[in-house]
């Protein structure tokens, strides 16, 4: 070790006066356990990644040969904050698709659509701004806005996603100083819960979100991995209905789980007073998503491959998520409850009996199985007896033995 070094290592850390959300910082508590994934024989319900033997390794191949062979200076020089015109057509077009009409210049490409969260946390919430998260919710964006120093106030859930009728009253009764600026939910195959949000709950909250002029923030990564049920439109789509609506809700698209979070391409349809202080926050945060990666899933998406893939992976899911279910049911009746989810990654559960889901996991681990305990997706008051199990990773005969593991770690067997 050099000497540098161990001056470092002995500095405190109070000594670099760090910003107030910084100064006792807790990293991801999923990241952390990620040390156990690549452990020999390990099967891993935990993780949100998409299942790496689905990837469409040929067709992205292509599409990254061809987007450098076509143009190697668009892929090698900067870009537009905003993003490639041509990737913008792209995207609009799939938003069409999706049911919502929009024109390219009302989207802006981002890295991941994390980032997208993170710059339109940046442009509303100054620290002490109150800022609503369903919950359970997704820890990362949680963290977003913990960051940037938001008073959270979470909004109850229940199988269908949001309940309604209780954020309308809390809204209709507030009498705290500041109200809330933005509402962050996941509302099509919820990370972690699984859960649809029904039509008329999105209807009503967007009448919810222009009534009371809150940013509804509608969070769609998963969106078109469904395997069961009927699609319901994603909240913007419906928001042109309501006079205003389109106003108030900012949409995040993303092609991480349908074809590849390497690509780090995601999207933000925003109200263009929004959106033009998102590109400003942008300018500031990576000057532009790397122009190789919009190059590339410009070419995959008007590969036309993209709805068989989606296909593919949506079928592939239905019979791991299927797989699972049936195994938890057989290995552990008595000891776990789950919701079937109609598409996305995530089954949430919850152990019976009052049993805490974080010792469960340490029995787990010594039984080479991982899952991600229900208390990372809370803001304060956690559901210890809960859990969250990705079936997108494991095979259908994972799927099997990891759930006989789970039982195996659940009766201490
Ligand atoms: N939102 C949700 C609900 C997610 O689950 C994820 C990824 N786990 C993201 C956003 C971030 O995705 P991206 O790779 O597009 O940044």
Not at 101 to 120: K, Y
Not at 165 to 177: I, Q, R, Y
Not at 219 to 230: H, I, M, N, S, V
Request: with cysteine.
């Amino acid at each position: 070790m050099t000497s540098a070094n161990t001056l470092q290592a002995r500095t405190p850390d109070e000594a670099y006066e760090f910003a107030a959300p910084f100064r006792a910082p807790q990293g991801s508590p999923i990241r952390e356990l990620f040390k156990y994934v690549g452990r020999p024989g390990m099967i891993s319900f935990a993780g949100g990644y998409p299942s790496k033997d689905l990837f469409d390794r040929d067709g992205l191949g292509r599409a990254i040969d061809a987007a450098y062979r076509s143009d190697p200076i668009a892929c090698l020089q900067y870009g537009d904050t905003a993003g490639a015109p041509a990737l913008r057509r792209s995207l609009a077009r799939l938003m069409g698709a999706r049911g919502v009409e929009c024109d390219s210049d009302d989207i802006v490409v981002t890295t991941g659509s994390q980032q997208g969260f993170d710059l339109l946390v940046r442009t509303l919430i100054a620290p002490g701004d109150t800022a609503l998260v369903e919950e359970p919710a997704y820890p990362a964006a949680i963290q977003a806005l913990r960051l940037a120093g938001a008073n959270i106030v979470t909004v109850r859930t229940d199988s269908d996603g949001i309940d309604v009728d209780a954020l309308a009253a809390t809204l209709d009764a507030w009498s705290e100083p500041g109200r809330p600026k933005l509402l962050y939910t996941v509302p099509t195959f919820a990370n972690p819960t699984g859960a649809t949000l029904p039509r008329a709950r999105r209807e009503a909250l967007v009448r919810l979100a222009v009534r009371h002029r809150i940013v509804l923030v509608e969070d769609d990564p998963y969106g078109e991995l469904r395997f069961a049920g009927t699609p319901v439109p994603p909240i913007l789509a419906l928001a042109d209905a309501c006079p205003g609506g389109r106003d108030w809700v900012v949409y995040f698209g993303s092609l991480s789980k349908i074809v590849a979070p390497g690509l780090r391409i995601g999207w933000a349809l925003a109200p263009a007073p929004i959106a033009r202080r998102m590109i400003v926050a942008k300018q500031t945060s990576d000057l532009c998503t790397s122009p190789l990666s919009q190059e590339a899933a410009r070419h995959y998406l008007d590969s036309g491959s993209l709805e068989s893939h989606l296909r593919t992976i949506a079928g592939a899911y239905r019979s791991r998520c299927g797989a699972l279910l049936k195994a938890l049911t057989h290995f552990a009746p008595a000891d776990i409850e789950f919701c079937a989810p109609q598409g996305g990654m995530f089954v949430w559960a919850r152990l019976t009996g009052g049993r805490d889901a974080g010792d469960v996991l340490k029995r787990a681990i010594e039984r080479n199985v991982m899952f991600v305990p229900g208390t990372a997706f809370f803001v304060r008051d956690a559901d210890a007896s809960s859990l969250r199990l990705s079936f997108a990773a494991p095979s259908e005969a994972e799927a099997f033995e990891g759930a006989r593991r789970l039982a195996s770690a659940l009766s201490g067997n």
